[in-house]
T-cell receptor, first 109, second 114 residues
């Protein structure tokens, strides 16, 4: 099956800093989603981005499908950005999301 | 709020028992997915239903079963529970069947087996 690797596994930053999270995947995908899991455990949709670039406020994402990676950018971090960020892909021939192991982001005041 | 609802939010039970987790998809979504999040296995796909029919199966144990009802809500039944079944169980829904298949997740049910 497809492999999804996220880096870095942990990231600790001060409020106001910028960050880049990476997701590499090993095969062609139909769907790629970024999620934020908050401290209460909720999975919040950030982006549906099988290819191209999208922006939503301080967050943006880019997927380069031909090179099999996606990047999530967070600018001017706030403490509420803390949590775990997951990349998940739906690869050709499958009908499920395969999740990476996540990047744990901690934003200190 | 994703529009996907799950009940109950928390469930504490004993080994050997049986529980039922319930999920209602977003309005208009015909497909429901169940995922399990545990500390050692991460987030893993269990099973998918589309308009009442099972469509895909992941690493779901034989002790677990699911169904989707005519009103599209779904239930995940876990039986002969073991300590290792303690996890966060998510339901997700999507339109499915088109090129756009974004999945939206419910708040999860946290199951603790004592």
């Amino acid at each position: 099956g497809i492999q999804v690797e996220q880096s870095p596994p942990d990231l600790i930053l001060q409020e106001g800093a910028n960050s880049t999270l990476r997701c590499n995947f090993s095969d062609s995908v139909n769907n790629l989603q970024w999620f934020h899991q908050n401290p209460w455990g909720q999975l919040i949709n950030l982006f549906y981005i099988p290819s191209g670039t999208k922006q939503n406020g301080r967050l943006s994402a880019t997927t380069v499908a031909t090179e099999r990676y996606s990047l999530l950018y967070i600018s001017s971090s706030q403490t509420t950005d803390s949590g775990v960020y997951f990349c998940a892909v739906e690869w050709e021939g499958a009908q499920k999301l395969v999740f990476g192991q996540g990047t744990r982001l901690t934003i200190n005041p | 709020d994703s529009g996907v609802t799950q009940t109950p939010k928390h469930l504490i039970t004993a080994t050997g028992q049986r529980v039922t987790l319930r999920c209602s998809p977003r309005s208009g979504d015909l497909s429901v997915y169940w995922y399990q999040q545990s500390l050692d296995q991460g987030l893993q796909f269990l099973i998918q239903y589309y308009n009442g029919e099972e469509r895909a199966k992941g690493n779901i144990l034989e002790r677990f079963s699911a169904q989707q009802f005519p009103d599209l809500h779904s239930e995940l039944n876990l039986s002969s529970l073991e300590l290792g079944d303690s996890a966060l169980y998510f339901c997700a829904s999507s339109v499915w069947g088109t090129s756009y298949n974004e999945q939206f997740f419910g708040p999860g049910t946290r199951l603790t087996v004592l």
